[in-house]
Protein backbone atom coordinates (compact mmCIF):
# COMPACT_ATOMS: atom_id res chain seq x y z
CA UNK A 1 0.00 0.00 0.00
CA UNK A 2 1.44 3.43 -0.46
CA UNK A 3 1.87 6.46 1.29
CA UNK A 4 -1.23 8.59 -0.27
CA UNK A 5 -3.49 5.64 0.32
CA UNK A 6 -2.31 5.06 3.92
CA UNK A 7 -2.64 9.01 4.66
CA UNK A 8 -6.35 8.54 3.38
CA UNK A 9 -7.24 5.41 5.83
CA UNK A 10 -5.35 6.98 8.60
CA UNK A 11 -7.42 10.54 7.87
CA UNK A 12 -10.62 8.39 7.40
CA UNK A 13 -9.99 6.88 11.10
CA UNK A 14 -8.94 9.67 12.93
CA UNK A 15 -12.38 11.50 11.22
CA UNK A 16 -14.49 8.42 12.47
CA UNK A 17 -12.22 8.48 15.79
CA UNK A 18 -13.79 12.17 16.45
CA UNK A 19 -17.37 11.21 15.58
CA UNK A 20 -17.37 8.29 17.73
CA UNK A 21 -16.37 10.46 20.89
CA UNK A 22 -18.67 13.10 19.89
CA UNK A 23 -21.29 10.62 19.62
CA UNK A 24 -20.64 8.81 23.56
CA UNK A 25 -20.46 12.00 24.73
CA UNK A 26 -24.19 12.60 23.74
CA UNK A 27 -25.37 8.91 24.70
CA UNK A 28 -23.58 9.51 28.16
CA UNK A 29 -25.41 12.76 28.74
CA UNK A 30 -28.68 11.07 27.60
CA UNK A 31 -28.11 8.72 30.38
CA UNK A 32 -29.58 10.63 32.70
CA UNK A 33 -33.79 9.83 33.91
CA UNK A 34 -35.71 12.69 34.56
CA UNK A 35 -38.06 11.35 37.39
CA UNK A 36 -41.15 12.31 35.28
CA UNK A 37 -40.31 9.50 33.00
CA UNK A 38 -40.66 6.68 35.75
CA UNK A 39 -44.62 7.70 36.67
CA UNK A 40 -45.82 3.96 36.31
CA UNK A 41 -44.81 0.86 34.99
CA UNK A 42 -45.34 1.70 31.47
CA UNK A 43 -43.17 4.55 31.81
CA UNK A 44 -40.54 2.72 34.02
CA UNK A 45 -40.37 -0.05 31.31
CA UNK A 46 -40.35 2.47 28.60
CA UNK A 47 -37.23 4.56 30.28
CA UNK A 48 -35.71 0.86 31.13
CA UNK A 49 -35.68 -0.39 26.95
CA UNK A 50 -34.18 3.66 26.26
CA UNK A 51 -31.50 3.09 28.36
CA UNK A 52 -30.60 -0.25 26.73
CA UNK A 53 -30.33 0.56 23.30
CA UNK A 54 -28.80 3.55 24.41
CA UNK A 55 -25.70 1.05 26.24
CA UNK A 56 -25.80 -1.30 23.66
CA UNK A 57 -24.91 1.51 21.48
CA UNK A 58 -22.22 3.00 23.39
CA UNK A 59 -20.99 -0.65 23.80
CA UNK A 60 -20.94 -0.91 20.34
CA UNK A 61 -19.04 2.30 19.85
CA UNK A 62 -16.21 1.56 22.30
CA UNK A 63 -15.73 -1.78 20.12
CA UNK A 64 -15.49 0.54 17.10
CA UNK A 65 -12.95 3.10 18.85
CA UNK A 66 -11.22 -0.10 19.58
CA UNK A 67 -10.90 -1.15 16.32
CA UNK A 68 -10.29 2.11 15.03
CA UNK A 69 -7.31 2.53 17.23
CA UNK A 70 -5.45 -0.75 16.44
CA UNK A 71 -6.07 -0.05 13.18
CA UNK A 72 -4.39 3.71 13.55
CA UNK A 73 -1.43 1.79 14.95
CA UNK A 74 -1.14 -0.99 12.35
CA UNK A 75 -0.59 2.40 10.25
CA UNK A 76 2.06 3.73 12.54
CA UNK A 77 3.90 0.06 12.54
CA UNK A 78 3.62 -0.27 8.60
CA UNK A 79 1.28 -3.44 9.09
CA UNK A 80 -1.59 -1.59 7.88
CA UNK A 81 -3.67 -4.02 4.99
CA UNK A 82 -1.61 -7.22 5.72
CA UNK A 83 -3.40 -10.47 6.81
CA UNK A 84 -3.17 -11.52 10.38
CA UNK A 85 -3.72 -14.65 9.35
CA UNK A 86 -1.29 -15.53 6.20
CA UNK A 87 0.37 -12.41 6.20
CA UNK A 88 -0.67 -11.52 2.39
CA UNK A 89 -2.32 -7.96 1.38
CA UNK A 90 -6.11 -7.68 2.27
CA UNK A 91 -6.89 -5.59 -0.39
CA UNK A 92 -7.78 -2.46 -1.24
CA UNK A 93 -11.72 -2.93 -2.19
CA UNK A 94 -11.91 -5.13 1.05
CA UNK A 95 -10.18 -1.88 3.20
CA UNK A 96 -12.57 0.49 1.34
CA UNK A 97 -15.58 -1.65 2.09
CA UNK A 98 -14.16 -2.56 5.82
CA UNK A 99 -11.36 0.06 6.82
CA UNK A 100 -10.89 -2.21 10.22
CA UNK A 101 -10.33 -5.54 8.44
CA UNK A 102 -7.39 -7.30 9.86
CA UNK A 103 -7.83 -10.52 7.49
CA UNK A 104 -8.07 -11.32 3.82
CA UNK A 105 -11.44 -12.37 2.44
CA UNK A 106 -10.34 -16.21 2.04
CA UNK A 107 -9.03 -16.06 5.80
CA UNK A 108 -11.83 -14.28 7.12
CA UNK A 109 -14.26 -16.61 5.15
CA UNK A 110 -12.13 -19.93 6.38
CA UNK A 111 -12.34 -18.39 10.08
CA UNK A 112 -16.14 -17.39 9.66
CA UNK A 113 -16.68 -21.32 8.71
CA UNK A 114 -15.18 -22.54 11.74
CA UNK A 115 -16.65 -20.02 13.96
CA UNK A 116 -20.35 -22.00 12.67
CA UNK A 117 -19.20 -25.42 13.44
CA UNK A 118 -18.23 -24.80 16.89
CA UNK A 119 -19.96 -24.13 19.69
CA UNK A 120 -17.43 -21.21 20.72
CA UNK A 121 -17.92 -19.56 17.34
CA UNK A 122 -21.77 -18.87 18.32
CA UNK A 123 -20.84 -16.95 21.33
CA UNK A 124 -20.74 -13.37 21.39
CA UNK A 125 -17.88 -11.54 20.72
CA UNK A 126 -17.77 -8.85 22.79
CA UNK A 127 -19.07 -11.23 25.51
CA UNK A 128 -16.88 -11.08 28.62
CA UNK A 129 -13.81 -8.94 26.94
CA UNK A 130 -12.27 -6.56 29.33
CA UNK A 131 -12.65 -2.82 27.66
CA UNK A 132 -9.95 -0.82 28.47
CA UNK A 133 -11.04 2.13 30.75
CA UNK A 134 -9.80 4.54 27.76
CA UNK A 135 -13.49 4.97 26.85
CA UNK A 136 -15.55 3.61 29.33
Known amino acids: MNKKELSKFKKRFEKERQRALFNDRVVREDFSVCED ?28 LKKIDEALTRIEEGTFGECDSCGEDIGLLRLEARPTATHCVSCKEEQERKETLTFHGRESKSLGQSFSRKYA
Do not use: C, G, K, P
Not at 38 to 64: G, H, K, P, W
Open 37 to 64: DRYDEIDQATTDIEQSMRMRLRNREVLF
